[in-house]
């Protein structure tokens, strides 16, 4: 109950396109879903992230999609770019503990 | 911009030696956290510290870690008899409060031998 589920593992979009990666969650108590961008050998940096009392933020190019009723969240990235290739997680926070649970990464490749 | 900072970048250490991994968490930020990420795998939590003790711990963080705060700014992983398996990148990441935003460092690649 406590895992984050993540898909796809990896994911090729030419330059222009659109990514989307999808999460989905069993635990009713996440009430906090970041997003983190990965470059190796880099830290996860905050990309974006949405609390379930909206269904939607949109920063820029990145929007998060919030289905509260199926517990599942998705990212999209508009207008795909070589230099957004890297490792996306996925992950959530529970108002009741102290710990980000992260779902499995995405690598994404984005080819001009 | 403000950011959590970590050192070394790289330990090489022999099984069985002792490890201190630093961090310096964000100035402001009340809460922090030790995740590790082995090499092509998600990101685990290890532990949360807030008022100078630990709030929450995983059941990898075993007897062999334990984590300190020695003076107002740094923050500090130890690993007392080192595993092979223990080999990693360590992350420290700092929050303002409980439930917002934490930022990550950049890491530390522990290599045991």
């Known amino acids: 109950q406590q895992q984050v589920k993540q898909s796809p593992q990896s994911l090729i979009v030419q330059k222009g396109g659109i990514s989307i990666i999808n999460c989905a969650y069993e635990?009713?108590?996440?009430?906090?879903f970041p997003w983190y961008q990965q470059f190796p050998g880099k830290g996860p940096a905050l990309l974006i992230a949405?609390?379930?009392?909206?269904s939607e933020k949109k920063e820029g190019r990145f929007t998060i999609s919030f289905n509260k009723s199926a517990k599942q969240f998705s990212l999209h990235i508009m207008d795909s770019q070589p230099g957004d290739s890297a490792t996306y997680f996925c992950?959530?926070?529970?108002?009741?503990?102290?710990?980000?649970?992260f779902g499995t990464g995405t690598r994404l490749q984005v080819f001009p | 911009e403000p950011e959590v900072t970590q050192t070394p970048s790289h330990q090489v250490t022999q099984m069985g030696q002792e490890v201190i991994l630093r961090c310096v968490p964000i100035?402001?930020?009340?809460?922090f956290y030790w995740y590790r990420q082995i090499l092509g795998q998600k990101v685990e939590f290890l532990v949360s510290?807030?008022?100078?003790?630990?709030?929450?711990k995983s059941e990898i963080f075993d007897d062999q870690f334990s984590v300190e705060r020695p003076d107002g700014s740094n923050f500090t992983l130890k690993i007392r008899s080192t595993k092979l398996e223990d080999s990693a990148m360590y992350f420290c990441?700092?929050?303002?409060?409980?439930?917002?935003?934490?930022?990550f460092g950049q890491g530390t690649r522990l290599t045991v031998v």
């Open positions: 510290f807030y008022n100078n003790e630990i709030s929450e």
């Open positions: 990441a700092s929050s303002v409060d409980r439930n917002t935003e934490a930022f």
């Open positions: 635990n009713t108590a996440f009430d906090y």
């Open positions: 992950a959530a926070f529970s108002h009741n503990t102290d710990k980000l649970i």
């Open positions: 949405i609390r379930p009392d909206v």
């Open positions: 100035s402001n930020h009340l809460y």
